[in-house]
């Protein structure tokens, strides 16, 4: 069989989630207001993306060690999933990483997550760009299948599917948490949302039968309200803001929504996706924003100034700090939200201990964090692409290096 077999002394989840430093893994927080919030910041890097990843990592280590293979993976940034990518595989001799973060846009703590790790298969850029940059110049790497198979590429981003698998069960947890006893009430669940891997789980989730109404917060990079709202999604300006990972105008897992709720209709995704790659804009057919409408009910955009306030107001009416990502989630609950009895929860995504910076704009005091502290002290490395360089070629030199290193292994 080339599935896990009961060989496996431990199944993936209870190595992986057995370093969380709270014992529900994701726990529900329900404040004095009404709302309720679950954090998945709890992993080994304080963000979300420490469910799936530290997942994958016991995969890889699994498949690549029985079968004697080595892959590099290419990672692409805006501060968590490079983080939470970088501790599922360190140290692992049968892969090699790759880590490109835009310069300026992740916080301090992020940026330190990745540099202070110098294990010898952990290979971090500081990019002189945006995420949508780094994007771009990525694919190329993957849609070259001769290249790609030559050195055996692989993603761990939200676009790998596995990650969209383990991320589902966000999902049915808070749903089964916050239902009633026969379960047959519906639950709102708010998304703060970049790249829309979050929310393609939650779409996977809802076309199982899981009753849940999907709501979405962003940014001012605002791409996926503007198309809900309007049916055009375009390309905007990239703009930085207080929420880092949210800071994506090209969500690259839209072309995996388009598909699910449109039945499957390859042909139709195609087309848009043809359409948008040659102009950076294509208009929605009416039938399809209709389907999209249906599954994402609720979108708002949250500007920095709101998202500090929302921080603010929480911390002052209930002693409770968020990340700036969560509230722009928080935001819609309070201003956005329909007016029915409905139960909602909002996905916390990332620890506050990432965002000193957000917090004190608000005008709160940031707490001293032990953590944090140690981790300002580490050894750092890391790797440059400047502006005017080939940033394609220089990552492909160091996939082409890292290819001949594990042959002289």
């Not at 469910?51 to 290419?74: E, M």
């Not at 198979?149 to 939200?158: A, Q």
């Not at 309007?230 to 839209?254: C, H, K, R, W």
């Not at 500007?303 to 990502?325: F, G, M, N």
Request: net charge negative; proline share 4%.
């Amino acid at each position: 069989s080339s599935g896990i077999n009961a060989e496996w002394p431990l199944r993936p989840g209870e190595t992986a989630y057995s370093k969380f430093a709270h014992p529900d893994i994701a726990p529900i927080v329900s404040l004095k207001s009404g709302i309720n919030i679950m954090e998945l910041f709890h992993g080994k890097t304080w963000s979300f993306k420490d469910l799936a990843l530290s997942c994958i990592g016991q995969f890889l280590q699994y498949f690549l060690n029985r079968d004697n293979k080595h892959v590099t993976i290419l990672v692409g940034t805006t501060g968590d999933t490079g983080s939470a990518a970088i501790e599922a595989v360190r140290g692992l001799t049968s892969v090699d990483m790759i880590v490109m973060y835009p310069d300026g846009r992740v916080s301090e703590v992020q940026e330190r997550q990745m540099i202070s790790v110098v294990d010898d298969n952990v290979h971090v850029f500081n990019v002189e760009g945006t995420a949508d940059d780094i994007d771009i110049f990525i694919k190329p790497c993957f849609l070259d299948t001769e290249f790609a198979g030559e050195h055996n590429l692989c993603s761990i981003n939200s676009i790998n599917w596995a990650r969209i698998m383990i991320q589902m069960v966000h999902y049915f947890h808070a749903y089964l948490q916050l239902c009633d006893e026969d379960c047959s009430d519906e639950v709102q669940i708010i998304i703060p949302t970049g790249a829309c891997g979050n929310v393609t789980s939650g779409i996977v989730a809802k076309n199982m039968g899981l009753p849940i109404k999907l709501v979405c917060a962003v940014n001012s990079n605002d791409i996926v309200h503007r198309m809900l709202s309007d049916g055009v999604f375009s390309v905007g300006e990239s703009l930085p803001t207080i929420a880092p990972a949210m800071d994506v105008q090209i969500p690259y897992n839209m072309e995996r929504i388009w598909y699910l709720v449109s039945d499957r209709d390859t042909e139709l995704v195609s087309d848009l996706m043809k359409q948008f790659e040659k102009s950076n804009s294509v208009s929605l057919p009416p039938t399809l924003l209709d389907q999209l409408r249906q599954t994402i009910t609720q979108s708002c955009v949250v500007p920095d100034q709101d998202i500090r306030e929302s921080l603010k107001k929480v911390w002052d009416e209930e002693a409770y700090l968020l990340c700036p990502h969560t509230a722009t989630g928080v935001h819609l609950h309070h201003h956005h939200s329909s007016a029915s009895p409905q139960k909602s929860v909002v996905l916390a995504t990332a620890s506050v201990m990432k965002f000193e910076k957000a917090v004190l704009e608000a005008g709160v005091v940031f707490p001293e964090f032990e953590k944090v502290s140690e981790l300002m002290k580490s050894e750092i490395r890391c790797l440059n692409m400047r502006k005017g360089e080939n940033w394609e070629s220089i990552l492909r030199l160091k996939i082409e290096e890292i290819s001949h290193n594990v042959l002289k292994r």
